[in-house]
Nanobody
Framework: QVQLVESGGGLVQPGGSLRLSCAASGLVLDYYTIGWFRQAPGKEREGVSCIISTDGSTYYEDSVKGRFTISRDNAKNTVYLQMNSLKPEDTAIYYC??????????????????WGQGTQVTVSS
């Protein structure tokens, strides 16, 4: 059974950094596309970043480009999201999700089959 477990969230001041982890089991990580999504109160779940199966291409939502970096460690079956220069508008629950193979619309929630439980990120002064 595929399981995804996020960790690394917390409270940070504007301009600070966090590194989120998504530990995967029940799959071979290199064969899956992994997306990071976030959801703030009253808003739809939105795509933040993804890393594509096998070839490792990465994509980012415009507001996080230059600040966030997605990476994977296949040996550890873990995907990371390094979050720098955090802003209050980054506050949300962050989720990781998986899809076997490629995706056509990486930022669309319907592309993904398995989801983690989420981890809270709060950016506040």
């Amino acid at each position: 059974q595929v399981q995804l477990v996020e960790s690394g969230g917390g409270l940070v001041q504007p301009g600070g950094s966090l590194r989120l982890s998504c530990a995967a089991s029940g799959l071979v990580l290199d064969y899956y596309t992994i997306g990071w999504f976030r959801q703030a109160p009253g808003k739809e779940r939105e795509g933040v970043s993804c890393i594509i199966s096998t070839d490792g291409s990465t994509y980012y939502e415009d507001s996080v480009k230059g600040r966030f970096t997605i990476s994977r460690d296949n040996a550890k079956n873990t995907v990371y999201l390094q979050m720098n220069s955090l802003k209050p508008e980054d506050t949300a629950i962050y989720y990781c999700a998986s899809r076997l193979g490629l995706v056509q619309a990486w930022e669309a929630t319907y592309e993904y089959d398995y989801w983690g439980q989420g981890t809270q990120v709060t950016v506040s002064s």
